[in-house]
């Protein structure tokens, strides 16, 4: 077995970023997933992100290691296609708002019917029922809910207001969350051969990774700004962020040796965060990052995005990959980031085009003939790219 999940087929009916990132990670572990879309594409395809070849740029990042067939659902015989598909596939994956499936006769009880070993993960904001089932969601709105626009607002400046998390993480976490649970309910079934139900709400995992401050809260009945008042950081705690010549270094010196070796090497006996800051600001982010980690101090340059694809380390860890695609070209994206010994995570393809697979998915896993392929393709009902 070269990849952990080889032997597993998923289809996907997701969309944007929430599920499709999800579905992305089961496929740089193997899988073979099997991108749903209706014949006019998801709206992925047009944003959020900017066009490049008329498709957004997020759809190429989010999308990688997928096959692609455009099939209209809303037609009996899309529908079909649909069901014969979960009936030789092992997982669902969807991220419409509650209820849209079960309308299209795509919903898990009717689904494990056909296929009692289906894992069904339904993905949305704030899950399948709650009082806020059917309100409509994106990563912000969990963010929000859940303290962390607050909390990033706050850590900023404690007089200042709530401020948006940046890259969406509101959406990307939870995606990990579902593809966790995803190969854990995989897991389950190679015991006991059933298949179950994933109700993976935005909202509750991004309240899960507040673990820490909700339980700072149930144990002090006081939130953190109220704490830190009562014990008020030290204006000379070594720590933060400090401007250099060509912009800034993140510092993070809660360490007494590195603090020592520091001592040391400028030849002083006490040091504090404004001489230290004095210091850097005659270096550049690379000469600032040495000499700090020459001392054992945990420091980072700060980057834009763009600036980490050339750094040396995550070079050498080879996190960034080019696909070639027969549109857009060759572009870089980044590789799967857990190395493995024995199955490691590969990025193979780029993302796919509109109805790329549609013709090969019928033919090679449903047995359909070119004349039943054409017929279809000629009422509408699906969509095939062909060179």
Same mark, same amino acid.
């Given at each position: 077995? +070269? ?21 992305? !990670? ?26 490049? +070849? ?5 759809? %190429?990042?989010?999308?990688?290691? #997928? +096959? ?18 979960? #009936? ?12 849209? !499936? ?11 019917? /056909? ?44 007089? *200042? ?7 969406? /993480?509101?959406?990307? *976490? ?13 897991? %389950?079934?190679?015991?006991?051969? #059933?298949?179950? !139900? ?50 800034? &270094? ?10 020592? #070796? /520091? ?55 080879? !996190? ?44 090679? &896993? ?8 054409? +017929? ?12």
């Amino acid at each position: 077995m +070269k990849q952990i999940l080889e032997d597993i087929r998923v289809l996907d009916f997701s969309h944007v970023w929430f599920g499709p990132y999800c579905t992305m !990670m089961l496929g740089e572990l193997g899988a073979e997933v099997i991108k749903v879309e209706p014949p006019w594409g998801e709206i992925g395809r047009l944003g959020p992100g900017p066009l490049f +070849k008329n498709v957004a740029s997020n759809f %190429y990042a989010l999308n990688i290691n #997928k +096959k692609d067939i455009a099939i209209d659902l809303k037609a009996p015989e899309g529908l079909e296609i649909a069901k014969d598909l979960v #009936k030789c596939s092992d997982v669902v994956v969807q991220n419409m708002v509650p209820g849209a !499936m079960e309308k299209l006769g795509l919903g898990y009880d009717a689904l494990k019917s /056909l296929n009692p070993r289906i894992i069904y993960a339904a993905l949305s904001g704030f899950g399948q029922y709650g009082p806020y089932r059917d309100y409509a969601s994106y990563a912000v709105i969990a963010e929000a809910m859940s303290g962390h626009t607050f909390a990033t607002g706050k850590n900023f400046n404690p007089d *200042g207001p709530p401020i948006n998390m940046a890259g969406a /993480l509101g959406d990307l *976490g939870p995606a990990v969350f579902a593809a966790f649970s995803i190969v854990s309910a995989i897991r %389950y079934r190679d015991k006991t051969g #059933k298949g179950q !139900m994933i109700d993976v709400s935005q909202l509750d995992c991004m309240a899960s990774f507040n673990t820490c401050v909700t339980t700072e809260y149930s144990l002090f009945g006081e939130t953190t700004a109220e704490i830190r008042k009562r014990q008020p950081r030290d204006p000379n705690r070594i720590w933060g962020i400090m401007k250099v010549k060509d912009g800034w &270094i993140q510092v993070a010196g809660e360490r007494p040796k590195a603090i020592e #070796k /520091l001592k040391e090497k400028l030849g002083v006996q006490d040091l504090n965060r404004q001489d230290l800051e004095q210091i850097v600001a005659e270096m550049t982010r690379r000469e600032a990052f040495e000499f700090l980690v020459s001392v054992g101090m945990p420091v980072a340059p700060i980057y834009e995005a763009y600036e980490s694809m050339s750094d040396p380390h995550l070079k050498a860890r080879d !996190m960034f990959v080019q696909v070639n695609h027969p549109i857009a070209g060759t572009y870089t994206t980044p590789n799967f980031p857990v190395k493995m010994s024995e199955t490691p995570g590969i990025v193979e393809n780029p993302a796919p085009i509109l109805g790329q697979h549609t013709e090969e998915v019928l033919t090679s &896993i449903l047995g359909y003939s070119k004349e039943k392929i054409e +017929k279809l393709e000629k009422s509408g009902i699906i969509v095939c790219h062909r060179n």
